[in-house]
């Protein structure tokens, strides 16, 4: 049988991962061809491809999860292979089956694997039979309440409910004791349905101070399956990852082995073909139990890359068109160490909540040796609430972990970020962290240092504040009358005939803000040339990274890029006075429950409307008790940041 052509590839996703096949792809010589929706018309991945197809919609369940526009789209565009990515439909057997029908090849694994190990459920149950070593929990058919509560109680609290048909942390819920489990369970099946089209859950042990350790395992279809050594993921935050490195520190050659050798076995099994991950927890005696297996290209690829100096990407194609896997799994090479975090759009410091809008700046860290960026955006992009918050990820190599790390740290600093919230400060604090640095990891490390990974905000010092000033002024636009260029009240310098040169700015920065008077005197102590201002205090002389938008400055300071702004007080008031007494909207998302009614009296934390934002679900609660005065929201309704969803009255 003569091996299939390969020349046109269609990636049904979007964003970082899109941008990432397509960039393999071309260099294979192949036809890129992206889908968007309506909303990702003029996004990267987009503008990127060869050529693109419009899905409609806005919202996933309308675009990148319909199977037929996804096939219609491969046939209309000549494309004779389909990239899944991660997410969507990357897991989803039927639209495996579906592709295999269209007469088109699927860049995964046979649907009959996606089958066997794309539910949790049907996964564990297999791995059972086989003898591999299993988190206590339930798996079954039965999802209703009852059921539930019957096994949480025969396995014992906390437990960790999820959903059988996903991953990336979505339908995940954490339950302490049996009040919480009805509310949690339902939230979990709601996320769930949304994401993947399939409310299924199970339930399992919540262990503590777990590692988790997963195995890159990849497999031709003339049965040849190696692993290509593994990854520790256990920096994590709502279940999702955020550091990923690889390999796994402390990791002997036995358990890698071990670990590898089960992980092959697990694929083989199943008749597996492509890429895939076997995930397993990892506690401190050694032992490993069985988690789940990924049927696809995983999100921290690039650190199993980085070590081995393999492209995945190439290989999924080379595989799909028949060939060998070009090594044995004694060649499998073992190159230094990386890291990768991933880069969100979301608020830290208010839960992680998912961040929308205009990235009004957007500057990635320098080329280099051991210095990788993949992301999905560029500066003047619109961030939307439709789908996952992840603008990219940093991967850096070195030849050991403390060299990529320190490099890790370097391309850090060097990114700039504005517009919208993202969490690279908190990045940035992981991978200094001293615990980090001694590669103490367990899931438990973010709740562990949270006072130092995410600090209360302290005030700003007055140095920081006259640099500010001193900044802002220098970098405005000179001119402020263009109808009389020679007139002195043409230029905004603070001049005042017969006095010295003054001038006032009111500027607010993370929620504080300060009047600052700046004249002639003051200049000396901060020049700024470019996007570089140079600070005198105390004889010590700093350079700090400044760079202006509009009215926004953002400036490099003490590690971070602080936002500044002018300020208005009477503004201020005014918008304070309009939310006193209202629950407000904290990020764009669609209203998918409404718990109250007007003239309900409700109890201090009682939830009041269900929000979905970027595929996860948020509640918004009653901050104390009190009488539902209005509401300004119904169900299925798109609603922006800040907008009054709830009037509540004190009781």
């Not at 609430?385 to 600093?413: C, H, N, T, V």
Request: with cysteine.
């Amino acid at each position: 049988m003569s091996a299939p052509v390969l020349t046109t590839l269609l990636v049904a996703n979007r964003g970082e991962i899109a941008c990432r096949v397509m960039r393999t792809a071309k260099a294979l010589g192949m036809t890129t061809v992206a889908v968007h929706s309506a909303t990702d018309r003029d996004a990267r991945h987009s503008r990127e491809a060869d050529i693109r197809v419009d899905l409609g919609g806005s919202k996933a369940a309308d675009s990148y999860l319909q199977i037929d526009k996804l096939i219609a789209a491969a046939k209309a565009s000549g494309a004779q292979a389909i990239h899944p990515g991660y997410g969507f439909l990357s897991e989803n057997a039927g639209f495996a089956r579906a592709i295999e029908a269209a007469g088109l090849i699927f860049l995964g694994p046979p649907a009959s694997a996606i089958d066997a190990m794309g539910s949790k459920s049907a996964a564990k149950a297999l791995m059972e039979t086989a003898g591999v070593p299993l988190v206590p929990g339930y798996h079954g058919e039965a999802q209703d309440l009852d059921t539930f509560r019957d096994a949480c109680a025969r396995i014992g609290y906390p437990v960790l409910l999820k959903a059988t048909a996903g991953g990336g942390g979505k339908g995940m819920k954490v339950v302490e004791d049996v009040s919480q489990l009805a509310e949690a369970l339902a939230s979990a099946q709601r996320e769930a349905l949304s994401s993947f089209g399939d409310s299924r859950m199970l339930v399992e042990k919540y262990l503590l101070k777990p590692r988790h350790v997963e195995i890159q395992v990849f497999a031709d279809q003339h049965g040849n399956c190696l692993y290509l050594n593994e990854r520790d993921c256990s920096i994590q935050r709502r279940h999702q990852k955020v550091v990923e490195e690889a390999p796994a520190p402390g990791l002997s050659p036995e358990l890698r082995r071990a670990m590898g050798e089960a992980a092959v076995r697990s694929a083989q099994a199943i008749g597996y073909v492509g890429a895939g991950t076997v995930e397993f927890l990892l506690d401190a005696r050694g032992e490993f139990f069985f988690m789940e297996m990924n049927t696809r290209l995983q999100v921290e690829h690039p650190v199993t890359e980085a070590i081995t100096g393999l492209d995945l990407v190439a290989w999924q194609i080379r595989v799909a068109r028949g060939e060998a896997l070009p090594i044995t799994q004694d060649q499998v090479p073992l190159i230094g160490h990386a890291i990768e975090v991933r880069l969100y759009a979301e608020d830290p410091g208010n839960d992680f909540l998912p961040a929308t809008g205009r990235l009004a700046l957007y500057r990635e860290s320098a080329a280099g040796p051991g210095r990788r960026v993949d992301s999905g955006v560029e500066e003047g992009d619109e961030i939307s609430p439709f789908y996952d918050p992840m603008l990219g990820k940093l991967i850096a190599w070195g030849e050991d972990r403390e060299q990529a790390r320190l490099r890790l740290l370097s391309m850090l600093d060097e990114f700039a970020i504005g517009g919208l919230k993202t969490n690279i400060n908190f990045l940035r604090r992981i991978i200094g962290h001293p615990a980090f640095a001694a590669a103490e990891l367990d899931t438990g490390f973010i709740p562990r240092y949270q006072e130092q990974l995410l600090p209360t905000p302290s005030d700003l010092s007055d140095e920081f504040w006259q640099a500010a000033a001193q900044a802002f002024a220098q970098s405005q636009p000179t001119v402020s009358r263009a109808d009389d260029l020679s007139s002195p009240w043409a230029i905004n310098n603070g001049l005042r005939i017969g006095l010295p040169t003054e001038f006032t700015l009111h500027l607010s920065c993370e929620e504080q803000d300060r009047a600052l008077t700046l004249g002639d005197a003051d200049a000396h102590t901060a020049q700024l040339k470019g996007e570089s201002l140079l600070t005198e205090h105390n004889g010590l002389r700093r350079q700090h990274r400044a760079i202006r938008r509009g009215d926004t400055l953002y400036l490099q300071w003490d590690g971070e890029l602080r936002r500044i702004e002018p300020y208005d007080p009477i503004s201020a008031v005014e918008a304070s006075h309009s939310h006193q007494g209202g629950l407000t909207a904290p990020m764009n998302g669609s209203i998918v429950r409404v718990l109250v009614e007007a003239g309900q009296t409700v109890d201090a934390g009682a939830q009041l409307v269900v929000l979905e934002a970027m595929k996860m679900e948020h509640s918004i609660r009653a901050p104390h008790a009190g009488i539902i005065k209005a509401l300004y929201c119904q169900e299925g309704e798109m609603v922006s940041e800040g907008s009054a969803l709830v009037e509540l009255e004190p009781a």
